[in-house]
């Protein structure tokens, strides 16, 4: 199975801060890798599919790239609605797999 | 608009089956893939398997001997039915369609 790992785990930021969360794959993934947001208590919300592709409705301050096997989600500023959990997801193989997760919270 | 609504037991015993419905609207399951995932208390997400809009199913190697997933395309349906549960797969349980989300059911291993 593909193996999906995350850093860092958690991070603290200042509002207006640049801040990037990184997952990488232990085989090609293409560019098959979601970022997901969560908050307590609320289900997850796709933020970037196809790894760079913006989903429907999410601010224009999140963007996704790709360098090899190494996937990034960045917000270009923070802000206070942005504290959350964020996951990564690799489709290629029909076994799907989530990232451990990064724990955002305001410094 | 598309919508997915989880539905089933709160409580299962140990070693017994849970069976969860996932109602959608707003798609068709012939023409979309529909995944549950699962997030224990306090815990990431763990993707539980998916059954594909032809009908194929896949399962996270871990569970794939508990687990089967089902459908009945003409009441929008999706099941989940997993066997000899025990108090690790305590979890909120969402079906999802990735670009949506139901709102979860928890489910709670326990005597």
């Known amino acids: 199975d593909i193996q999906m790992t995350q850093s860092p785990s958690s991070m603290s930021a200042s509002l207006g801060d640049r801040v990037t969360i990184t997952c990488r794959a232990s085989q090609d993934i293409g560019n098959y890798l979601s970022w997901f947001q969560q908050k307590p208590g609320k289900s997850p919300r796709r933020m970037i599919y196809?790894?760079?592709n913006l989903a429907a409705g999410v601010p224009s301050r999140f963007s996704g790239s790709r360098s090899g096997s190494d996937y990034s989600l960045t917000i270009s500023s923070l802000e206070s609605e942005d504290m959350a959990i964020y996951y990564c997801l690799q489709s290629i193989q029909y076994l799907n797999t989530f990232g451990a997760g990064t724990k955002l919270e305001l410094k | 608009q598309v919508q997915l609504k989880e539905s089933g037991p709160g409580l299962v015993q140990p070693s017994q089956t849970l069976s969860l419905t996932c109602t959608v609207s707003g798609f068709s399951l012939t023409s979309n893939s529909v995944h549950w995932v699962r997030q224990p208390p306090g815990k990431g997400l763990e993707w539980v398997g998916a059954?594909?809009?032809?009908?194929?199913?896949d399962y996270n190697s871990a569970l794939k001997s508990r687990l089967s997933i089902s459908r009945d395309t003409s009441k929008s349906q999706v099941f989940l039915k997993m066997n000899s549960l025990q108090t690790e797969d305590t979890a909120i349980y969402f079906c999802t369609r990735l670009d949506s989300w139901g709102q979860g059911v928890m489910v709670t291993v326990s005597s």
């Open positions: 196809g790894a760079t």
């Open positions: 059954i594909w809009s032809g009908g194929s199913t």
